[in-house]
């Protein structure tokens, strides 16, 4: 079935400094990808999405590209805030069948940034 | 206001115990989900609906039943409660389209089962 897998966490940063929080997904066809980004007791928000290959989604300085030909969608950064301190969850949702519309995410990487 | 609005925020109960969790929006959009979430496991599906006369189980329905009273409203029950229910659980919603639409999440509700 249809997976995604994020780097292990946590990521502990120092502010300024560059960040990557890497995702790669399994897919039987041509997915739509998202990052979704969780602050202390909130739901999650999205972050920034793709919806076909080699598309570039960026927000508030955070960007990833959609690379089909390693089935990645590497979360990057750079210069982190300690206002980026959060959880981030990489996230699919399929074009057809039964999975239709339904996201599928990953187990989430917390991020600490430091002042 | 909140767009998508979860009660109650925190709940504390016992195993055994039926509860209900509910979920409000004013987005107007015909999906809704209910998904859980654990240390670890990132958040897991649990019953979407698409539009009010379809309820679809996800990947972790057993032990849970759904209800989608309206377009705005879709409450999650646990019938008899375990605590291996015990997690945070969040409601979302999304427009219709492709699979480029965005889910919008509620606050989320922390259950805790003893």
């Known amino acids: 079935g249809d997976s995604v897998t994020q780097m292990e966490g946590p990521v502990t940063l120092s502010e300024e400094a560059f960040l990557t929080i890497n995702c790669t997904y399994t897919?039987?066809?041509?997915?739509?990808l998202f990052w979704y980004v969780q602050y202390p007791g909130e739901g999650l928000q999205l972050l920034l999405k793709a919806t076909k290959a080699d598309d570039k989604g960026s927000n508030k300085g955070f960007e990833a590209t959609y690379r089909k030909e390693t089935t990645s969608f590497h979360l990057e950064k750079g210069s982190v805030q300690v206002s980026d301190s959060a959880v981030y969850f990489c996230?699919?949702?399929?074009?057809?069948?039964?999975?239709?519309?339904?996201?599928?995410f990953g187990q989430g990487t917390i991020l600490t940034v430091h002042p | 206001d909140a767009d998508v609005t979860q009660t109650p925020r925190n709940r504390i109960t016992k195993t055994g115990k039926r509860i209900m969790l509910e979920c409000s929006q004013t987005?107007?959009?015909?999906?809704m989900y209910w998904y859980r979430q654990d240390p670890g496991l990132g958040l897991r599906l649990i019953y979407y609906s698409f539009d009010v006369k379809d309820i679809n189980k996800g990947e972790i329905s057993d032990g849970y039943s759904v209800s989608r009273q309206a377009q705005a409203k879709f409450s999650l029950s646990l019938e008899s409660a375990i605590p291996n229910q015990t997690a945070l659980y969040f409601c979302?919603?999304?427009?219709?389209?492709?699979?480029?639409?965005?889910?919008?999440f509620g606050d989320g509700t922390r259950l805790s089962i003893l």
């Open positions: 987005k107007g959009h015909d999906r």
């Open positions: 897919a039987t066809g041509y997915p739509s």
């Open positions: 996230a699919l949702s399929m074009t057809g069948g039964t999975s239709y519309g339904k996201l599928t």
């Open positions: 979302a919603t999304s427009a219709r389209g492709g699979t480029g639409q965005p889910q919008h």
